[in-house]
T-cell receptor, first 112, second 115 residues
Framework: GESVGLHLPTLSVQEGDNSIINCAYS??????FIWYKQESGKGPQFIID?????DKRQGQRVTVLLNKTVKHLSLQIAATQPGDSAVYFC???????????FGGGTRLMVKP | ETGVTQSPTHLIKTRGQQVTLRCSSQ?????VSWYQQALGQGPQFIFQ???????GRGNFPPRFSGLQFPNYSSELNVNALELDDSALYLC??????????????FGEGSWLTVV
């Protein structure tokens, strides 16, 4: 299938290591943030979300951290697996709008 | 599987032609939005439909238009196609209008190539 991330920043990690993917957002009014995973030839897949009244949220093997002071979002993946290889996007929304604004994406490559 | 289905999966059109892309939203989801994703970039919001009316639009020209039907399925129409319209077109559905707190599910997209 077609690739959606030919020239994206790339993070390469060893299988079993932890991964940290970072995202800077620009709108201080944004109050809801989502991380999506996109595999080649597929649509974005929801991973985890967080509201602005929280600074940390955990899911299965994933944790999202939100630092509103510096407008920074990160996704931590524990014990990274080959199936985690994909492009990861952060998206933000503010209550005034109905749209998600996506970041540029990061390609995660997991080495066996 | 997200329950959001799109058709066609791939198509090729000639510059100046018109195209219609279709989306069937997840059961119970009354809000559908469309995004354009150019190669190597994140998705860009085109517009959103709630109960058959457009209730939000991104920075796209009027030749991008849409419809939502009573069963909440949706169409994206693009007239006078340009080469830069070549992209992956994504449909997303959710329940309600406010984004916060309502999980948004994406379909697999329709790849459009304009030659």
């Amino acid at each position: 299938g077609e690739s959606v991330g030919l020239h994206l920043p790339t993070l390469s990690v060893q299988e079993g290591d932890n991964s940290i993917i970072n995202c800077a957002y620009s709108n201080s009014a944004s109050d809801y943030f989502i991380w999506y995973k996109q595999e080649s030839g597929k649509g974005p897949q929801f991973i985890i979300d967080i509201r602005s009244n929280m600074d940390k949220r955990q899911g299965q093997r994933v944790t999202v951290l939100l630092n509103k002071t510096v407008k920074h979002l990160s996704l931590q993946i524990a014990a990274t697996q080959p199936g985690d290889s994909a492009v990861y996007f952060c998206a933000e929304n503010n209550n005034a709008g109905n749209m998600l604004t996506f970041g540029g994406g990061t390609r995660l490559m997991v080495k066996p | 599987e997200t329950g959001v289905t799109q058709s066609p999966t791939h198509l090729i059109k000639t510059r100046g032609q018109q195209v219609t892309l279709r989306c069937s939203s997840q059961s119970g989801h009354n809000t559908v939005s469309w995004y354009q994703q150019a190669l190597g970039q994140g998705p860009q919001f085109i517009f959103q439909y709630y109960r058959e009316e457009e209730n939000g639009r991104g920075n796209f020209p009027p030749r991008f238009s849409g419809l939502q039907f009573p069963n909440y399925s949706s169409e994206l129409n693009v007239n006078a196609l340009e080469l830069d319209d070549s992209a992956l077109y994504l449909c997303a559905s959710r329940s309600g209008t406010g984004v916060s707190g309502n999980t948004i599910y994406f379909g697999e997209g329709s790849w459009l190539t304009v030659v």
